[in-house]
């Protein structure tokens, strides 16, 4: 039977993005969840920190029989590296995200002798598309499109518009605590067009993993490639 995929979400965004990842899956009989971290999408709790949503994670996890993937996306990478370590996980799923070893942050992630020659040369800056007020950011929508969104279609991009969230940016500043790679098997997925995590970057923690693979889209492939998607976590969970 296969293992059952939690599908953790990013920063600036509540969880519905994963609708058509748990469509997909529950149509191959595969149980999976997304739930909300607290403070974005439906959740009206306080927004804490990393450790906050690392230890609002893990009472997810608590509640789920393993064995489990846990997936996630962006800043749910950050999110997954902490919470990986539960005992119900099997395997975790980082989408172009943020795999963290030991002394990094979000801000800080990938090794600095690596990173400081990386060519940004066309890339859009990302606090051009960010509203910030007392450490908590929200998306501007239009000047998003070129950076979260760039390959979106319109159908997309306006209903991705529904899902945005505040972000608390004293989050990107924070170390997981535990770190779900030295314990767990780990899968790595690198967005080669994303503009929001710079491939490069993305390729130095797909190092850190059991396999990885790459693939030629933006921020969001559960979106932009949504079947796919689903075929990759799918093939994952019935392995496990």
Not at 89 to 94: A, Q, S, W, Y
Not at 118 to 126: K, S, Y
Not at 173 to 198: S, W
Request: aromatic share 6%; proline share 6%.
């Amino acid at each position: 039977m296969a293992a059952t995929v939690v599908l953790v979400h990013g920063a600036f965004h509540g969880s519905g993005y994963w609708a058509p990842t748990l469509k997909g899956l529950a149509d191959l009989g595969i149980n999976a969840l997304a739930p909300d971290l607290p403070g974005r999408g439906a959740d009206t709790r306080p927004q804490p920190d990393l450790l906050g949503d690392i230890a609002a994670l893990t009472e997810v996890l608590d509640g789920v029989p393993g064995p489990i993937v846990l997936v996630g996306h962006s800043y749910g990478g950050a999110v997954v590296t902490g919470a990986g370590v539960h005992p119900n996980v099997e395997h975790v799923v980082v989408l172009a995200g943020y795999l963290l070893e030991e002394g990094e942050t979000v801000n800080t992630a990938g090794v600095v002798g690596e990173v400081e020659g990386i060519d940004h040369t066309g890339r859009p800056n990302l606090r051009d598309a960010l509203s910030i007020e007392d450490g908590v950011a929200t998306i501007l929508p239009e000047p998003a499109r070129q950076i979260f969104h760039s390959d979106f279609d319109d159908e997309q991009y306006a209903e991705i518009l529904t899902m945005l969230s505040p972000q608390r940016l004293d989050s990107f500043n924070q170390h997981p605590g535990r770190y779900a790679q030295y314990e767990k098997k780990t899968t790595f997925l690198v967005c080669n067009q994303d503009m929001v995590i710079h491939p490069h970057i993305q390729r130095i923690m797909a190092r850190r993993t059991t396999r990885a693979a790459a693939w030629d889209c933006g921020h969001f492939p559960m979106i932009t490639e949504a079947d796919k998607t689903v075929r990759f976590l799918a093939k994952i969970a019935e392995q496990v």
